[in-house]
């Protein structure tokens, strides 16, 4: 069975820290991985999307790395900012289009 | 911008109530995904279509089903609501069934009384 741990559970940083979500998975078969966020109360918001053959993408502030090998993914946030607030998601697509989720990452910014 | 939207933001039933939940993306993705989200249990996959009139279990299809008449809508029923339905649901989509990503809708929040 597939499974995805994310590692921490929760974060609290001051404003402009520079911070690292893990997420870990276990099937090697895997066709993307996919980072969300999640505000209380909302849907998802897809942040980034790595595909199978692809090592990193980068959005403004936010990169994120794919290790196949190692079956890691993380998420780097840099110079934090109160609205980072939020949940954050890894997926693992696999075949049939199949996501399996992580439990996620309640991150808080504090002021 | 594409997206994928969900026709109600919160919704209150009675117990035993037909319930009907819509969702239409605007992508022309192949496939539509229904997934329930609770506390404590993260998100649950309800059911799935690859196409058109097609419909496939995820894994919590007990007190639900689908329907797929066009490709962009995916229309979740819930036969005779019960109040263990309470939830957030989530509609998504996805390009194609050999991956591609996934887009959501902004969910609805249905509480059954």
């Known amino acids: 069975k597939q499974e995805v741990t994310q590692i921490p559970a929760a974060l609290s940083v001051p404003e402009g820290e520079n911070l690292v979500l893990n997420c870990s998975f276990t099937?090697?078969?895997?066709?993307?991985l996919q980072w969300f966020r999640q505000d209380p109360g909302k849907g998802l918001t897809s942040l980034l999307l790595?595909?199978?053959?692809?090592r990193e993408q980068t959005s403004g502030r936010l990169n994120a790395s794919l290790d196949k090998s190692s079956g890691r993914s993380t998420l780097y946030i840099a110079a934090s900012q109160p609205g980072d607030s939020a949940t954050y998601l890894c997926?693992?697509?696999?075949?049939?289009?199949?996501?399996?989720f992580g439990e996620g990452t309640q991150l808080t910014v504090n002021p | 911008d594409v997206k994928v939207t969900q026709s109600s933001r919160y919704l209150v039933k009675r117990t035993g109530e037909k319930v009907f939940l819509e969702c239409v993306q605007d992508?022309?993705?192949?496939?539509m995904f229904w997934y329930r989200q609770d506390p404590g249990l993260g998100l649950r996959l309800i059911y799935f279509?690859?196409?058109?009139?097609?419909?496939e279990k995820g894994d919590i299809p007990e007190g639900y089903s689908v329907s797929r008449e066009k490709k962009e809508r995916f229309s979740l029923i819930l036969e005779s609501a019960s109040t263990n339905q309470t939830s957030m649901y989530l509609c998504?989509?996805?390009?194609?069934?050999?991956?591609?990503?996934?887009?959501f809708g902004s969910g609805t929040r249905l509480t059954v009384v």
């Open positions: 279509s690859y196409d058109v009139k097609m419909k």
């Open positions: 998504a989509s996805s390009l194609s069934y050999a991956g591609g990503g996934y887009t």
């Open positions: 992508m022309d993705h192949e496939n």
């Open positions: 790595i595909q199978s053959s692809q």
């Open positions: 099937d090697s078969a895997i066709y993307n």
């Open positions: 997926a693992e697509e696999t075949s049939g289009s199949r996501l399996t």
